[in-house]
């Protein structure tokens, strides 16, 4: 079982090491906050009255509250695409007598086995990220100048065992499909993709869907001296409404692409036109690379547009004291804003870099039946393009959502201020991060001898 394990992992580096990231950074954020809350616990209550502020275990469960739940949702992400491209070789097992149970031992074999890949750097990461913080929060006056962070290893424990857990579920959710069918069928839909969104994945998205709403019912509902409260509901209600999004994604997406994908193919007729037929017939890999580009847009939205709209409201209020306009206040939310942003931001391009090398047989196929590199090439800068504007389409929706439920509880009104330069450079940055990684891998997936390709399969 081992040797195949390490045999998976080799012949999938691209979707692996993207995970194995997304990992990383999940072990480092518990980490993190865990060690936090350990310095906070360790330190004497005379101590911890020293420092202004609301002190350390709050500022660390606020931070931690979001941050956590959005590394959790990237390794979900990472690690569902990555099963999803094994899918061949896990129903090629099945063919020749691997049980469900072996093929789920397989994939649990691999998330483990990544999972300790990571664990050490993910540790020193997570306690060198813990002491840089709170030696900024000292600086800053938030925390006393004798707080440190303890040298116990539960934090580290603690993440290692959140992850794992994490891990292990989000596989043999992605697991079970492959597992339960039969070889043959399984086989078959290993080479073809489901035009339908499952119906147990789209009651799950209502499901998500009803949550966020609750949460941004209860954001615009908070009293105006509430913000921070409305602020936090309104953060974690963009989180759930994104999840909602993950989880329709496939449908989603090949709407968007559908109504999107009109223009393209009136600018570029033939390069538009087979980009959105690629975008369209493979929704679930297009969900894949739109989803992480949402989570980026939909965030850093959010953040930045609920920031703005409390820094007009006090301007217009005579400058009355509020923890979310303060000068420290303002440095944490763009330290959260700033974390949110690497973690969207790597799963954006790990993410994209792995569908798009995953293609190399896909392309092969193409240049086969006469199309030339550049005219590929053409065509994933129209994919490109059209999976930028559907993931901040997206993300614009969800993060329009969260800050209208916030302004309506700040200003009592639903249609919030908004900072058209920060909001214009979060698509760039976008588009800055999608258009590179998928030319790049791009230009590297459609080199190669094609009929060695084609006959070889997906190496």
């Known amino acids: 079982m081992i040797s195949l394990v390490l045999g998976q992992l080799r012949r999938r580096p691209a979707a692996f090491a993207g995970t194995a990231v997304a990992l990383l950074l999940a072990i480092a954020a518990v980490t993190l906050f865990g060690s936090l809350f350990a310095a906070d616990l360790a330190t004497p209550a005379a101590v911890r009255k020293a420092a202004a502020g609301p002190g350390l275990m709050i500022i660390a469960g606020a931070f931690g509250e979001i941050a956590v739940l959005v590394a959790f949702f990237v390794v979900v992400n990472a690690l569902g695409f990555a099963l999803r491209q094994q899918h061949r070789e896990l129903a090629l097992l099945r063919t020749v007598a691997a049980t469900p149970r072996q093929t789920r031992r397989l994939v649990r074999g691999e998330v483990l086995v990544t999972t300790l890949l990571v664990t050490v750097p993910g ?139 009109g223009p393209l193919r009136v600018l570029a007729p033939g390069a538009g036109w087979l980009a959105d037929a690629n975008l369209r017939g493979y929704a679930r890999r297009l969900s894949s690379a739109v989803v992480p580009v949402a989570l980026l847009v939909g965030l850093s939205g959010t ?92 993300g614009a929706a969800v993060a329009g959502a969260a800050t209208s439920a916030f302004s309506a509880a700040v200003t009592g009104s639903a249609v919030p201020p908004v900072p058209v330069a920060t909001c214009g450079w979060i698509v760039a940055g976008a588009a800055a991060l999608v258009l590179p990684g998928i030319l790049v891998t791009g230009r590297w997936a459609v080199g190669g001898p094609a009929a060695q390709l084609v006959g070889g399969g997906r190496d």
Do not use: Y
């Not at 290993?190 to 009651?203: N, Y």
């Open 303 to 394: 953040m930045s547009i609920m920031t703005f709209t409390a820094g007009r409201t006090a301007a217009a209020a005579g400058g009355t004291a509020s923890s979310v306009t303060s000068a420290t206040d303002i440095w944490l939310r763009q330290a959260e804003l700033g974390m949110l942003v690497c973690f969207a931001a790597v799963s954006v391009v790990n993410t994209l870099v792995a569908v798009t090398a995953d293609r190399r047989r896909e392309f092969a196929l193409l240049r086969l039946v006469g199309a030339t590199r550049p005219q590929l090439l053409r065509m994933l800068s129209a994919e490109a393009v059209l999976t930028t504007a559907v993931g901040v389409v997206l």
């Open 123 to 261: 540790w020193a990461l997570g306690a060198v990220a813990a002491r840089w913080f709170l030696a900024a929060l000292q600086r800053r006056g938030m925390a006393s100048p004798d707080v440190r962070v303890p040298g116990t290893p539960v934090p580290m424990l603690v993440a290692l065992g959140v992850v794992l857990l994490v891990g292990l579920a989000a596989s043999a959710a992605a697991a079970r499909r492959i597992s339960r069918i039969a070889p043959a069928a399984a086989l078959t839909a290993s080479s073809t993709e489901h035009a339908r969104t499952g119906v147990l994945r789209l009651l799950a998205g209502a499901g998500a869907l009803a949550g966020g709403v609750l949460l941004l019912r209860l954001s615009a509902t908070r009293p105006a001296d509430q913000v921070d409260k409305a602020g936090q509901a309104a953060l974690l209600a963009s989180l759930v409404l994104l999840v909602a999004v993950a989880l329709a994604g496939p449908f989603a997406a090949r709407v968007l692409a559908a109504v999107l994908g």
